[in-house]
C-alpha cells in the first residue's frame, strides 16, 4: 500500500511575507488558494502557512529538519520559463543543470527554505 504525501506546514518568521512569495511562486506549480494560509494542488497536496515561534533560529541547509522541498516540472522549458518569471517579479532563482539532462530551479524563499522545480528527461528517476 502507498501512502501519498497529503500535506506540508511550513513556519515562517514574517508570515506576510512567505504569502506574498508563496502567492507568486506556487500558481506556476498549479496551486490554488483554497483559504487563508492554505494552497493546494489537484491531486490533494495542501501546503500550510503558519507563524513560527518568535526567536528560532534561521533555516539552515545542512542542519536537521527539512531541507528543501520539490516539483517535477513537465519539460525544461517550463523551467526556464518559470525562473524568468519568477526574475521578473524580483524573486532570486537559481538555475541549473545536472547529468544527465537534468534542468533544476533552486528558489530560497523569505526564511531561507529552498524550493526547487526540476525536470528529468524520460527514463531519469527524480531522485538516485
Known amino acids: 500500500m502507498t501512502y501519498p504525501l497529503d500535506h506540508l506546514t511550513i513556519l515562517s518568521r514574517d508570515p506576510e511575507a512567505a504569502a506574498r512569495f508563496y502567492a507568486i511562486l506556487l500558481p506556476h506549480l498549479g496551486f490554488v488558494q483554497k483559504k487563508p494560509r492554505i494552497w493546494a494542488n489537484h491531486r490533494g497536496l495542501h501546503i500550510q502557512f503558519l507563524k513560527a515561534k518568535e526567536g528560532t533560529g534561521d533555516y539552515g541547509r545542512h542542519a536537521p529538519g527539512l531541507n528543501h522541498f520539490g516539483f ?55 531522485v538516485d
Open 72 to 126: 517535477a516540472a513537465p519539460t525544461r522549458e517550463a523551467v526556464e520559463a518559470l525562473a524568468e518569471a519568477l526574475e521578473r517579479e524580483g524573486i532570486e532563482a537559481r538555475l541549473q543543470t545536472f547529468p544527465p539532462g537534468i534542468t533544476a530551479l533552486f528558489v530560497p524563499d523569505p526564511d531561507g527554505l529552498r524550493v526547487e522545480v526540476s525536470y528529468y528527461p524520460p527514463g531519469v528517476p527524480p
